[in-house]
């Protein structure tokens, strides 16, 4: 009888097993395709590269191919979250190891997903909307790669961060969004000259909205937590556009000693990236050279070091 019960038992886990792989099957056939591949086998092969520029990756060109019939798939793979019976059926796999079905976690394909949208960039602005609702959403692992993939998708992405920066009220959020428009010219390509052309033309996408991150700055510096104006300013040092613009707005935060300083030393080291660019506010920096304030000693020392074109960068220490 126990034999009986527990040869019923198995028999009911594989009929399971073998129906939840059929369905995995019939979803990867309705997968758009490339080559002769699925989305999901192109998702694996994707590491993160400047899209568009030749010669573009064979992963990403599938992507690229597939064009918007792959956002569906990628916003499922974005919101993944693995259900109990799911989660069971994964164990039961990895132990038996017959059936191989593949019932990966979700963070690997929260990951998969964000590559994909970066592989697609402008490509994927119709998925701003659906992106932009996962923000304020309760999956926050959904609501951060969505964050995190908005900038890469062309002027619609980062309107649309621009739109959640003034809107949302809460601090931390507000500076992983500022912080995440600085990410597309963060990333180490494999290629470095096709990557210059994507930071290129990233810069030109947001250099019509940096005026209005400049006008925020004054609410940032009122805000209850302080890094909202320091990720701002070092967000704006990273960009490195609208120099005219930027340069003073920093000078002017490094000269109120009544901001933390934390603001200032980051004001100092923004201005310092733009190089050659910030060589007329050199003077006013050497005047804080002898500051009372090591942190303060240690950004000017860096930032006119790369506004002269090089030279022994100093750790800063923020006091």
Known sequence: ????????????????VVAVALACLALCRREPRYNGKPLSYWLDQLTFDAPF??????????????????????LRRLTAKNSRIKEALREFDETHGKM?????RAEPEVEKAIMGYMALGEIAAPAVRDLVALVNKRNETASDAAISVLPFLGSEGIRATMRLISSTTNSFAKSVLIFNLAAPVFHSPTNSERHKNF?????????????????ELTCFLNDDDQRVASTAVRTLGRLRVRPELIIPALTNLT???????????????AAGNFGKEAN???????????????????????ALSR???GGPIIRIEEK
Not at 256 to 267: A, N, T
Request: net charge positive.
């Open 100 to 104: 191989n079905l593949g019932l990966k």
């Open 199 to 215: 930071q290129q033309r990233y810069r030109h996408q947001i250099e019509p909205m940096v005026q209005d991150l400049v006008q």
């Open 255 to 269: 000269a109120d000693e009544r901001l933390p300083l934390k603001v200032r030393i980051g004001s100092i080291t």
């Open 1 to 16: 009888m126990t034999h009986s019960w527990r040869f019923r038992k198995t028999s009911v886990i594989g009929l399971v």
């Open 307 to 309: 506004i002269n074109g």
């Open 53 to 74: 520029d030749p010669p573009v990756p064979e992963p990403q060109l599938a992507l690229q191919t597939m064009g918007t019939k792959a956002l569906p798939h990628l």
């Open 280 to 302: 007329n506010v050199a003077p006013f920096l050497r005047t804080y050279a002898e500051n009372t304030n090591s942190g303060i000693r240690a950004a000017v020392s860096n």
